[in-house]
T-cell receptor, first 112, second 111 residues
Framework: GENVEQHPSTLSVQEGDSAVIKCTYS??????FPWYKQELGKRPQLIID?????GEKKDQRIAVTLNKTAKHFSLHITETQPEDSAVYFC???????????FGSGTKLNVKP | EAQVTQNPRYLITVTGKKLTVTCSQN?????MSWYRQDPGLGLRQIYY?????VTDKGDVPEGYKVSRKEKRNFPLILESPSPNQTSLYFC???WGTGELFFGEGSRLTVL
């Protein structure tokens, strides 16, 4: 089955700096790659996603890049703010969106 | 308000005592699934359902059962809970095209 690895497990940045979280996957059948943000004590919520026919997607301060050949994708957050502090999960799913494989999570701490 | 509702939110039980965690969604989603979240392991899929009466195993189905008799409900059943099932459980639903909508979570402790 699919194996999704996520790095780093913790990331601390100063407010205003950029943050990058990286994930790799193993199954070439995966073609949907969402990112979820989970604030302390809350449910995971989708922040951005990318499909395999796209190499990059941006939404304001958040961007995701995908390299299907190398089987890795990354989350980029620019101009970080304290409210970006949370745990971020990457995931991979095949074309029919039935199974989702999540990374182990990255705890992002944005210091004011 | 569109939502996924889980109950109970917190439960402490003892080994072997059958329990059910309910999940209900009001978005008319066809797809529903259950995950467990453990420190350092992320979210792992237990079971999923693409539609009524259609369920299938995820990555960690051992010790769990599910049923999908109605579109809106997808209960998770632990027939004989064991301490290694102590975890935070999330139900999620979706249109089946990508985004998962998660419930608030159910924290289960098995003594």
């Amino acid at each position: 089955g699919e194996n999704v690895e996520q790095h780093p497990s913790t990331l601390s940045v100063q407010e205003g700096d950029s943050a990058v979280i990286k994930c790799t996957y193993s199954d070439s059948a995966s073609n949907y790659f969402p990112w979820y943000k989970q604030e302390l004590g809350k449910r995971p919520q989708l922040i951005i996603d990318i499909r395999s026919n796209v190499g990059e997607k941006k939404d304001q301060r958040i961007a995701v890049t995908l390299n299907k050949t190398a089987k890795h994708f990354s989350l980029h957050i620019t101009e970080t703010q304290p409210e970006d502090s949370a745990v971020y999960f990457c995931a991979a799913s095949p074309y029919n969106f039935n199974k989702f494989y999540f990374g182990s999570g990255t705890k992002l701490n944005v210091k004011p | 308000e569109a939502q996924v509702t889980q109950n109970p939110r917190y439960l402490i039980t003892v080994t072997g005592k059958k329990l059910t965690v309910t999940c209900s969604q009001n978005m008319n989603h066809e797809y529903m699934s259950w995950y467990r979240q453990d420190p350092g392991l992320g979210l792992r899929q237990i079971y999923y359902s693409m539609n009524v009466e259609v369920t299938d195993k995820g990555d960690v189905p051992e010790g769990y059962k599910v049923s999908r008799k109605e579109k809106r409900n997808f209960p998770l059943i632990l027939e004989s809970p064991s301490p290694n099932q102590t975890s935070l459980y999330f139900c999620a639903s979706s249109w089946g095209t990508g985004e998962l909508f998660f419930g608030e979570g159910s924290r289960l402790t098995v003594l």
